[in-house]
């Protein structure tokens, strides 16, 4: 049943030692449950006690930072990135100062064969082994033998809506079969246009489900599919209300009630209705036909500067009852087989979270666009935007 859940094989890194000076950190203060003896020591750390993170908002349970600051005696300086078209642009671009920064692996492809990052030392991350198998596996398909992605979280873009604001909207017309229509579907979208579209504001995350509804290719690299998708957008374009990769307060504020989004921020602002007693239900919904999947990894940059402060975290992260919490706080699962115990049942059971078979069978598969198209996919999107 729940299938979806991680797998993967992995081999071993040959690495870049990076002859940078190395301090190994004093042993924590708990006594370490049952460590290997190579991790009894602790980890090694830089000289600088800082770390640099970018990742995606909405992406990290409350404590974890501070947790690890604490146990670590490292800074953490936490960045936001709203869709990998800017965290792309900052890896291009050079010296971002990042350690860790958190690509969707299919997109992020690019930036491997480009030599963006550095191979990752599995020696100094002993919680590797937590990781399913099976769902590094399927991260190979993009990064041959896991030699630079650790995964972070994953989950589909999908409609999520405002059930009761929806079906007031389209005032008796029933829900479609393909949740898509709602968003895609003059029909659908012009009734919806009053209680509020939302879209996610990323070409790289529009496209591909756009292009998909218009029986293309998800990840076509022909220019006449792009066309095609973007004669589609045109049409809905006058009923969406906003473009945003941070949502979460606004479904939960009930400025929207149809999105294009992020299974895990769905279910987010579905639990804050819910905590501050909103009678409104918000559902990612399960499209017959299919939501985006995207897996979301940690990376290290090919300049970063801390990179043993980075291996630290990576290994922190790791844990299994970080990986949990992503679970059970962020309704986003991770690869971190271990974690799976820890799971609250009512997130385990959530199938929206943990897909059902069929479900994932649906899913449009991870995937990402050449440099090549990649004027076309932006283009295409800006003059969606746009409007003309
Ligand atoms: C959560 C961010 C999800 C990232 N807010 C999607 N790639």
């Not at 729940?2 to 990076?18: D, E, G, H, R, T």
């Not at 041959?144 to 079906?167: A, D, L, R, S, Y």
Request: charged share 25%.
């Amino acid at each position: 049943m729940k299938k979806q859940v991680l797998v993967l094989a992995i081999s071993a890194v040959l690495l870049a030692a990076c002859g940078k000076k190395e301090e190994p950190v004093a042993a924590p203060a708990a006594p370490a449950p049952a460590a290997a003896p190579a991790a009894a020591a602790g980890p090694v750390l830089d000289d600088e006690k800082v770390l640099n993170i970018y990742n995606w908002p909405d992406y990290i349970t409350e404590n974890m930072i501070a947790d690890f600051e604490k146990e670590f005696g490292i800074k953490v300086n936490y960045d936001t990135f709203e869709n990998n078209e800017a965290l792309h642009a900052k890896l291009v671009a050079g010296n971002s100062g990042y350690d860790i920064v958190v690509p969707t692996a299919g997109f992020g492809k690019k930036q491997i064969e480009g030599g963006l990052y550095q191979p990752i030392d599995r020696s100094k991350i002993p919680n590797y082994a937590n990781l399913d198998p099976e769902f590094m596996e399927k991260i190979a398909g993009v990064d041959p033998e896991n030699k630079h992605f650790v995964p972070w979280g994953w989950g589909f873009t999908t409609v999520g809506i405002n059930k009761q604001k929806v079906e007031r909207a389209l005032g008796g017309m029933p829900m479609p079969e393909n949740a898509w229509d709602l968003v895609f579907n003059p029909e659908y979208s012009s009734k919806l246009r009053s209680c509020g579209i939302i879209y996610l504001d990323s070409p790289s995350e529009i496209l591909p489900v756009a292009l998909h509804y218009v029986g293309k290719p998800a990840y076509s690299e022909n220019p006449e599919d792009f066309k095609a998708a973007g004669e589609m957008l045109a049409k809905v374009r006058k009923d969406i209300r906003l473009f945003s990769s941070t949502m979460i307060d606004d479904i939960a504020g009930g400025k929207g009630c149809a999105f294009v989004g992020w299974s895990g921020d769905i279910n987010i602002a579905a639990d804050r209705v819910k905590e501050t007693g909103g009678k409104d239900e918000i559902v990612p919904l399960l499209p017959t036909g299919g939501g985006l999947v995207f897996i979301d990894t940690m990376a290290i940059p090919k300049d970063a500067k801390r990179v043993n402060n980075a291996h630290a975290f990576i290994d922190f992260f790791l844990r299994a009852e970080n990986g949990a919490a992503m679970a059970n706080e962020m309704n986003y699962p991770t690869g971190n087989k271990a974690a799976l115990p820890m799971i609250k049942d009512e997130v385990k059971d959530n199938k929206t979270i943990f897909l059902s078979d069929e479900d994932t069978a649906r899913l449009i598969p991870t995937g990402g666009f050449s440099t090549e198209i990649s004027s076309v996919l932006n283009a295409t999107y800006n003059t969606f935007k746009r409007g003309r």
